[in-house]
């Protein structure tokens, strides 16, 4: 397994606010597991951002070629950001 660090803007949708669907790296993606929220004791949010409660969000995310990665998210002061994506 591979843990790329990366810094990308990414768009959520959410369903009772919980994640539902993303586009992220030009691509549309589905999630497709039960999302985990992290806080910040999971995992620590870039230099500079603060935040309080809910860090973000760690699922399951499968594009329109099957193709599946786990990602971590969090929201930042300019929107969503993936933080790290598994494959």
């Given at each position: 397994?591979?843990?790329?660090?990366?810094?990308?803007t990414a768009t959520l949708w959410m369903v009772n606010?919980?994640?539902?669907?993303m586009i992220y790296a030009g691509r549309r993606w589905r999630v497709t597991d039960t999302p985990t929220r992290l806080r910040h004791s999971t995992w620590s949010v870039p230099?500079?951002?603060?935040?309080?409660?809910?860090?973000?969000?760690?699922?399951q995310g499968t594009d329109e070629e099957g193709v599946s990665f786990?990602?971590?998210?969090?929201?930042?002061?300019?929107?969503?950001?993936?933080?790290r994506a598994y494959d």
């Open positions: 397994m591979s843990t790329p660090t990366v810094e990308r606010d919980i994640p539902a669907r230099l500079g951002e603060h935040h309080h409660g809910l860090y973000g969000w760690r699922f786990v990602f971590d998210v969090y929201k930042g002061e300019d929107g969503w950001h993936v933080h």
